[in-house]
């Protein structure tokens, strides 16, 4: 595959294809672990992982990448099979996430700002050579009547274009990931007040890459939907599809390849249908696809339950949403398709 920055950008996000986050730190993994009475230790979380990324029928057809944590980008499969090349293998490009989480901005109750950026030039020239040829950074905007902040948007935003920025330096496309919080406190926002925040976040984080020269043409967005908050939900798919798609054509260059959508708390079908509107309704500039976690995971975690004789299972329930989300990632899902399964 080329190793230029905008051949990359373009393969993770090819037509009907999404990219995977499995990229869980340590401790949520264990929570994942944890629902399934699963002990998270490196073995365990490596096997997880390995039946995933050995899931043929999906890594070939409907996953373009996958987003992972340092320990799983060094791990090695049970037959001594490095991870990285087993994605490799399927056609997938390997990432890995960079930034060091969410710590709280001072004076800023209530808000974040995402850490991470010293050392980081060096981390992404040994991560180059592991394998990755991309890189996540998460920057949380928590979202209420009162927040965010301009401090914490303007904070968030120019972590993540010197993280762009510094991505490229090293051959690596960055995925550039503002999240306004649907699932955060107290979540009783309405779609408007998502909306509104969206668009703002959005002009600011694409004014940071700017001033930052970062090459639109080699990275792509990781957005949240436009979307009601989890204890405020009543937006139809048709509309949180109609304002999504209306903020990104409001703050989102053509130059960008396209936008990976993150599912942020939605259900599994949630996240599907709404991307599966967006496509199927409207003419865009960019590729919309997903970058989900939680909602390409669940049920394929719940069918394996930490067993080898469910291995099978595991992956059967992972390819079905893989398929599910190849085909919103082209406009042609339908729920039918789900009761069909």
């Known amino acids: 595959m080329s190793e230029r920055l905008e051949d990359i950008a373009a393969a993770m996000v090819s037509a009907g294809k999404g990219i995977l986050a499995a990229d869980e730190s340590t401790g949520t993994i264990k929570k994942r672990f944890d629902s399934i009475?699963?002990?998270?230790?490196?073995?365990?979380?490596?096997?997880?992982?390995?039946?995933?990324?050995?899931?043929?029928?999906?890594?070939?057809?409907?996953?373009?990448?996958?987003?992972?944590?340092?320990e799983t980008?060094?791990?090695?499969?049970?037959?001594?099979?490095?991870?990285?090349?087993?994605?490799k293998a399927s056609g997938a490009v390997p990432g890995i996430k960079v930034d060091g989480g969410a710590k709280p901005l001072a004076a800023h109750p209530g808000e974040?700002?995402?850490?991470?950026?010293?050392?980081?030039?060096?981390?992404?020239?040994?991560?180059?050579?592991?394998?990755?040829?991309?890189?996540?950074w998460r920057g949380v905007i928590a979202i209420s009547g009162d927040l965010p902040t301009g401090g914490a948007v303007r904070a968030n935003a120019h972590a993540l274009a010197r993280y762009a920025a510094l991505c490229q330096e090293a051959g690596i496309v960055p995925i550039v990931e503002p999240e306004i919080l649907m699932d955060g406190a107290p979540g009783d926002h309405s779609i408007d007040r998502c909306y509104e925040v969206?668009?703002?976040?959005?002009?600011?984080?694409?004014?940071?890459?700017?001033?930052?020269?970062?090459?639109?043409?080699?990275?792509?967005?990781?957005?949240?939907?436009?979307?009601?908050?989890?204890?405020?939900?009543?937006?139809?798919?048709?509309?949180?599809?109609?304002?999504?798609?209306?903020?990104?054509?409001?703050?989102?260059?053509?130059?960008i390849p396209g936008i990976a959508f993150l599912s942020g708390g939605q259900s599994d079908e949630e996240a599907t249908a709404h991307l599966s509107a967006m496509n199927a309704g409207y003419d865009l500039p960019w590729q919309l696809t997903f970058s989900y976690g939680r909602a390409l995971q669940a049920a394929c975690l719940k069918a394996w339950?930490?067993?080898?004789?469910?291995?099978?299972?595991?992956?059967?329930?992972?390819?079905?949403?893989?398929?599910?989300?190849?085909?919103?990632?082209?406009?042609?899902?339908?729920?039918?398709?789900?009761?069909?399964?």
């Not at 490196?42 to 992972?68: K, P, Q």
């Not at 974040?112 to 996540?136: I, M, P, S």
């Not at 890459?209 to 970062?214: E, G, I, N, S």
Request: charged share 30%; glycine share 8%.
């Open 37 to 70: 009475n699963v002990e998270s230790t490196e073995e365990t979380r490596r096997d997880y992982r390995e039946m995933l990324f050995r899931s043929s029928e999906a890594m070939s057809n409907y996953i373009s990448g996958v987003i992972l944590f340092d």
């Open 73 to 87: 980008l060094r791990q090695k499969a049970a037959d001594g099979t490095p991870l990285v090349d087993i994605i």
């Open 112 to 136: 974040t700002v995402t850490e991470g950026l010293d050392g980081l030039r060096e981390r992404l020239e040994e991560y180059y050579g592991l394998g990755a040829r991309f890189a996540k």
């Open 198 to 255: 969206t668009e703002w976040v959005l002009r600011t984080v694409f004014a940071e890459l700017y001033d930052a020269r970062v090459n639109l043409e080699g990275t792509v967005l990781k957005p949240n939907m436009v979307i009601d908050g989890k204890n405020a939900r009543n937006a139809s798919v048709e509309e949180i599809a109609e304002k999504t798609v209306r903020c990104l054509k409001a703050t989102v260059p053509a130059a």
């Open 305 to 341: 339950s930490g067993k080898s004789e469910n291995v099978a299972a595991g992956q059967r329930a992972f390819t079905h949403r893989a398929r599910m989300n190849g085909l919103a990632a082209t406009g042609n899902w339908n729920a039918d398709m789900e009761k069909a399964a």
